[in-house]
Nanobody
Framework: QVQLVESGGGLVQAGESLRLSCAAS????????MDWYRQAPGKQRELVAS???????NYADSVKGRFSISRDNPKNTVYLQMNSLKAEDTAVYLC???????????????WGQGTQVTVSS
């Protein structure tokens, strides 16, 4: 089992920055990929950014140039640096990790509980 704990959300003004963290713990062989999703009221959950264990990253078009995802593999922690925040970035941000429990097991997705980010305009 893998537990994910997010932190760093809050209320900020438009144009300000926030940094989210997500730490993975538990019994697992490896974390293959770690992602940040977000879900706003009445909207579908969307992928914001992802990073592989090798450091390859991918971003939603809406956050390119403003958000940066990074990862500390020894600490099994992923970060999301969010700059130039906009009101439309307001959402619950959820951490996702694809983990292998053993070398021969398939990748299994795990989710954190989410952290609220509110941007006032």
């Amino acid at each position: 089992q893998v537990q994910l704990v997010e932190s760093g959300g809050g209320l900020v003004q438009a144009g300000e920055s926030l940094r989210l963290s997500c730490a993975a713990s538990g019994r697992f062989y490896s974390i293959v990929a770690m992602d940040w999703y977000r879900q706003a009221p009445g909207k579908q959950r969307e992928l914001v950014a992802s990073i592989t264990s090798g450091g390859s990253t991918n971003y939603a078009d809406s956050v390119k140039g403003r958000f940066s995802i990074s990862r500390d593999n020894p600490k099994n922690t992923v970060y999301l640096q969010m700059n130039s925040l906009k009101a439309e970035d307001t959402a619950v941000y959820l951490c996702n990790a694809d983990a292998k429990i053993s070398p021969w097991s398939p990748r299994i997705p795990y989710w954190g509980q989410g952290t609220q980010v509110t941007v006032s305009s």
